[in-house]
């Protein structure tokens, strides 16, 4: 279990001599154990945020601090799913799930496998090669590919970003079981404001590198995009974005 | 059904060749001489068949493939795997490879024999040529080419270099690599005839190349026709044994033929 907190991140890049501010002053802090998610617009630095907290990029400045309660802590095990679900095309669905578990006893392996086989409903499944399952299926094998690993920060960049309506329906709905009763830190980049609402227990809105405001979210699961509650929210949010 | 039936269609056209070749020769159209009528080659396949000459040969031939082969494979692989993973060697290394290349192993058998003597290591060195470009150059690029973002996967998951090499770079690269093994087949085969052709005291070649000096073309189309159709056979074989390791990947087997 493990929080971040987060101090003056800046992510710079150069293109050829042109200097591209991706991040710049971000200050944000999530709370052990605590689901958040983060929307902004394309090109806000939503990524680049979560690539630089699972190590795939370096930052330009700032500190990245990991928590528990009051002290700091040495970098937890922190993952990532992608917006694309990334399945090893050569392994079955099966063997999907438990790649990242080389160096675990066989036994246990498949049982951990076994489980989230179950878990995310991949039973029928397991034998099946990536070309053969659909997307919605695919981007579940890699959200249990991720469970499976254990990690105590999970990271997610848009994971059902690619999903139809309904499919994506039900899996924010799995997710919402999935953590709640899970010992998990989990960040949640999507440019879906109902799902962010839907699933965060605090709402960051990037803009152009920066947080622009951070709004708790009061409402117990699961959540109803229907109530009045929810839709004062996605007004609250919609307005912070659009910039009135 | 439809597989008997492409085997019917692809069976066509060499039946009909030999039928043309039959009735122009029977007719005395075609000088037997040059080319002497089916039947007589039918004779003469059985008569070395029975004699165990073809088979002495063809076990010879086959010998030095799987021998050189084998050795090009354990010289190459290796070496493309190295250079793929500390890319700055190929700085050093590509303009012996690329003038190495493009000389054709046939050009070099003379200089081997110089060196090796017309014994069986002059074979297997021009095999070794013949193989080794193929399945070094698809393995170089199997390596080269593995996507990133699923190596990136390994990244989150914590994968240390060796973990990332067998578990991503290795897997991603197999059907390149076979392409490469089934490309460096096909030319060790012909390279090697090639040599027979030219030194040797057994082989395919050799009892075609024999087979000329006693004026028997008869043995010679008899040769021709053992070494396209072993060619064949030991393409389909080599196919079938590996097509389950790279049948995950459409676009790997599209690819084949394209490089080297
Ligand atoms: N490797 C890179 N090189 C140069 N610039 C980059 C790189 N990666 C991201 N950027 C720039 O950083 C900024 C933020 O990009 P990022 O991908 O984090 O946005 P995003 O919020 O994830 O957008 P989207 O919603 O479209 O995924 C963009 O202006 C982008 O062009
Ligand atoms: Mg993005």
Redesign the pocket.
Known sequence: MAGIRIENLAKT?Y?KDRK?T?LSDINLEVDDNSFVTVV??????????LRILCGLEEKSQGQIYYTKGEDIISKPKISMVFQEPRLMPWLTVEENIGFSLINENPKVKKRKVDLHLELLGLKAFKDAYPNQISGGMAQRVALGRTLCYDPEIILM??PLGALDAFTRQNLQREIVNLFANRQKTVIF?T?DVDEAILLGQKVVI?EK?SVKKQIPIDLPYPRSPESERFFKYRQEILRTIMGN | MTKAKKVLKSLFLPAAIFAIWYLTSNAGILNTYIIPPPQEIFETAAVLIKKGTLAKHVASSLYRVFFGFLLAFILAFPTAVLIGIIRPLEDYLILIIEFVRHVPPIACIPMLILWLGIGESSKIAVIILAAFFPIFLNTLNGVINCDYRLLEVGDVFGFSVKDKFFKIILPSAIPYVTVGMRLGLGYSWRALIGAELIAASSGIGYMIMDAEQLSRPDIIIVGIITIGMLGYVIDLLFFSLTAKLSSWNKEGAKSWQELE
Do not use: F
Request: glycine share 20%; aromatic share 4%.
């Open positions: 890049y293109i591209i991706a902004g617009r394309s090109g806000s630095g939503k990524t680049t945020l960049d848009e980049v440019h990037l590198g």
